[in-house]
């Protein structure tokens, strides 16, 4: 019998051999598999409760909650859920929201660190608030929206304005006005704040948006206008702790550009983008803090019935400008459009169209000039287009 026990007892210890522990990860506490969970949006979160009863209810305690609905998305069919929330004929914008509700109702109550919904599909405004809602009663650090509505605006609930634990804000509108700008923020720990396809007038801009929230240090406009033949004439950004200042894609119309301008107070700015179409940029006190700048200028051409030539003039003449405002620039790059633009500052040699892209050699009097311009500079850069392998000739 001791022969019989001992030989069972090293087939069994063969077998815990031969067999390693296939299931380590689901030993581990809540905490970090819900961590873990965190790094995939909500829909595969979900999925995972369909491995085993330990992840049924694992996706509730994820900190981060990530909503796509893409005009061509998994959102059309039915995808393969553990619960019955989605109907047989698949997802349209109503049933998303259905579903939205569904995870925000199930989900612990606890605070959230990232909360993103992205919306390329019309949905409804009161569903937009309802969502940015939950996620500021929640305490979220990082909110991503991006607003697509047909009728009416999303108001930014109060909770969300005066919020302690934001730190980065992204606001999209798909289309104008999907999202109502406030008036003021009183956010005093965000950092970063983008905003993308806004329009600034008297009635919704009195400069307390960017002067209310007191720590930051990032902010990024991304095809904002001020709205023509309005009372407001000047966007003024008054942030005394702002570092990196990003403006893209400026959209005023050329008919605004002489009236209409981008005031700057941030004495500890550091970095200064700009790229697009040129508009009147305005430094106070010259920004002596500022080390780096990028420009990226293109002169609008499109209209037949403007006076191209006059545009490009302007143009020049405010970029000339505002490299002088940033006289005290460490680091100053260009890029080759900028430089191409400028008639008399740039000479280069033909060449075909084909390889417009190559090297261009810039005359010795173009470099002094704007070394001039901006004394302090130590470094100039200009920054050729990478050629694109279609245009490379056998």
């Known amino acids: 019998m001791e022969a019989n026990d001992r030989n ?64 061509f998305s998994p959102y059309r069919f039915r995808p393969c859920y553990p619960y019955d929330i989605f109907d047989q004929k698949g997802l349209n914008a109503p049933s998303f929201e259905a579903h939205v509700n569904h995870v925000l109702q199930r989900r612990e109550h606890s605070s959230l660190t990232m909360f993103r919904l992205s919306l390329h599909v019309p949905a409804g405004s009161e569903f937009i608030r309802n969502c940015i809602d939950y996620a500021a009663r929640h305490k979220v650090q990082h909110l991503r929206i991006r607003g697509y509505t047909k009728r009416g605006s999303v108001v930014l609930p109060r909770l969300l304005l005066v919020s302690t634990s934001l730190t980065i804000l992204h606001l999209n509108n798909a289309v104008c006005s999907s999202i109502e700008l406030p008036k003021s923020l009183s956010l005093p720990n965000l950092k970063i704040l983008r905003l993308k396809n806004f329009v600034f007038s008297d009635s919704n801009y009195n400069g307390e948006v960017f002067s209310g929230c007191l720590s930051l240090e990032t902010l990024v406009l991304n095809k ?14 008054n942030c005394l702790n702002l570092k990196n200042l990003e403006i893209k894609y400026w959209r005023s119309p050329w ?10 107070n941030a004495p500890a700015l550091d970095f200064f983008k700009f790229q697009g179409h040129i508009a009147k940029v ?28 006059g545009r490009m003039e302007s143009s ?33 040699s033909k060449v075909k169209p084909k390889e417009a892209a190559l090297p261009v050699a810039i005359s010795t009097h173009v470099l002094s000039f704007l070394l001039e311009t901006s004394p302090c500079t130590e470094f100039l850069s200009i920054e050729i287009p990478k050629v694109q392998s279609d245009d490379i000739t056998a």
């Open 255 to 264: 008919r605004c550009f002489v009236e209409q301008s981008i005031c700057v």
């Open 282 to 309: 305005k430094f106070r006190d010259d920004s002596p803090c500022v080390n780096k700048a990028w420009i990226d200028i293109c002169c609008p051409t499109a209209c037949a019935s403007f006076d191209v030539n």
């Open 224 to 237: 904002c206008w001020i709205r023509p033949a309005d009372k407001l004439k000047t966007l003024g950004v």
């Open 8 to 71: 069972k007892m090293t087939r069994n210890e063969q077998k815990d051999e031969e067999m390693p522990d296939l299931d380590r990860l689901s030993c581990l506490p809540d905490s970090i598999l819900s961590h873990i969970l965190s790094f995939l949006d909500t829909i595969s979160a979900i999925k995972t409760s369909m491995l085993s009863k330990r992840y049924r209810f694992l996706w509730t305690l994820s900190p981060k909650l990530d909503f796509k609905l893409l005009r």
């Open 316 to 348: 020049s003449e405010n970029l000339i400008e505002m490299i002088r405002q940033l006289r005290n620039v460490k680091s100053l790059s260009l890029s080759l459009r900028t430089v191409e633009e400028q008639k008399n500052i740039l000479k280069c």
